[in-house]
């Protein structure tokens, strides 16, 4: 089974090989193709800014790189509740993590339901600061975070030197156009649902300046846009009696990863 499913690669590569190479000899079609891709970004760009409303769940894997070069995919699953222009609940759920954000425009709640203890800062503001805030204040990020920025486009096209129009594919039975994007940093590859409602399907980021490559990848589910969300959604119950803590702790005691992972060069 393993031997067929090397041919089957090998196959499979020799044919990606032969259709890269007819878009090589015509340049005029490339071009086309990169516009179109383009386009078609911004229009998923221009749709979710419009959203006031979204919610959605999604399956995502991040791929991580031991010291012998072995590639491990982590595994987690969750949902975003998203109210333009400053407020958002994401939940986000692993073997080792069950971590939840809440941000009503003013307070940032982080709770680490594991650990069943919490943090709140004062952070008023918009959604695109809070995902400034979260990465540099606390290491962390919300699901996809780039695409639920105010100006999805902008920020994801700000460094990209190469662009391919990869046709038409399928994420769980919705059918999507496929393009792919180059940078300094990182390659990474979007799917955008056809139609009138062009939201991501599925986004893919590889790190190139990382040994293999490793991936971060998130599928999108059930999504839905418009409408209204329940008054309390972006409301900190706190119904198991969660500890609180001080933000500079969180790092410690509400972990990313297993005990057994070491980042860095000490991996």
């Not at 975070?145 to 391919?164: I, T």
Request: hydrophobic share 40%; charged share 25%; aromatic share 8%.
């Amino acid at each position: 089974m393993l031997r067929d499913a090397y041919e089957t690669a090998r196959r499979t590569l020799a044919i990606s090989v032969t259709t890269l190479a007819v878009v090589a000899i015509s340049p005029s079609g490339a071009i086309a193709d990169a516009d179109f891709a383009k386009a078609s970004l911004k229009k998923m760009s221009d749709y979710l800014s419009s959203q006031d409303v979204i919610s959605f769940g999604y399956d995502a894997t991040f791929e991580v790189v031991t010291k012998d070069d072995q590639k491990l995919s982590l595994a987690s699953s969750g949902t975003v509740k998203l109210d333009r222009p400053n407020k958002i609940r994401a939940t986000r759920a692993g073997g080792f993590v069950n971590l939840e954000m809440i941000f009503d425009g003013k307070t940032l709640t982080l709770l680490g339901k594991n650990a069943n203890l919490y943090t709140q800062i004062e952070e008023p503001g918009t959604i695109d600061h809070l995902v400034d805030t979260l990465r540099e204040k606390f290491g962390r990020s919300l699901p996809a975070a780039d695409l639920l920025m105010s100006n999805p486009y902008d920020e994801l096209m700000g460094e990209v030197k190469d662009v391919k129009d990869l046709g038409s594919g399928v994420v769980g039975g919705v059918e999507c156009d496929t393009f792919a994007f180059r940078t300094e940093q990182v390659d990474w590859q979007i799917w955008i649902a056809q139609g009138e409602h062009p939201y991501p399907c599925r986004y893919v980021i590889s790190a190139k300046g990382v040994k293999l490559s490793p991936q971060y990848a998130i599928q999108v589910r059930n999504w839905r846009a418009g409408g209204a969300l329940a008054n309390d959604t972006f409301t900190f119950s706190n119904p198991t009696g969660a500890s609180k803590i001080e933000p500079d702790e969180l790092r410690k005691k509400v972990r990313e990863f297993p005990e057994n992972f070491m980042m860095g060069e000490h991996q």
